[in-house]
Nanobody, 127 residues
């Protein structure tokens, strides 16, 4: 079992930065990949970013590439999502997820491949 708890969401204006955190517990954190997904009202959950167990491989959705950075600190059992230049269309509930059996590529953008999910944290970007 893996427990995931997100934090760091809030209401911000467009153009500013925000950093989300996801604290993991229950299994050896450095043994699995992590991902961030988001779901806006009335829309399906979508992939945002993923990172391999070592942090050496990262993968981003085109919509956030160049603005968001995923990172992890295995000593703190935490994965982060640094979000810069936020836009109103980034408004969503953000979820972190754990992939205990990542593909050979090291990371995946497919939500079906993730085994455990956090409860989500709301990010609202006003224009």
């Amino acid at each position: 079992q893996v427990q995931l708890v997100e934090s760091g969401g809030g209401l911000v204006q467009a153009g500013v930065s925000l950093r989300l955190s996801c604290a993991a517990s229950g299994r050896t954190f450095s043994s699995y990949a992590m991902g961030w997904f988001r779901q806006a009202p009335g829309k399906e959950r979508e992939f945002v970013a993923a990172i391999s167990w070592s942090g050496g491989i990262t993968y981003y959705a085109d919509s956030v590439k160049g603005r968001f950075t995923i990172s992890r600190d295995n000593a703190k059992n935490t994965v982060y999502l640094q979000m810069n230049s936020l836009k109103p269309e980034d408004t969503a509930v953000y979820y972190c997820a754990a992939d205990l059996k990542p593909p050979r590529a090291g990371v995946s953008g497919d939500a079906k491949g993730y085994d455990y999910w956090g409860q989500g944290t709301q990010v609202t970007v006003s224009s």
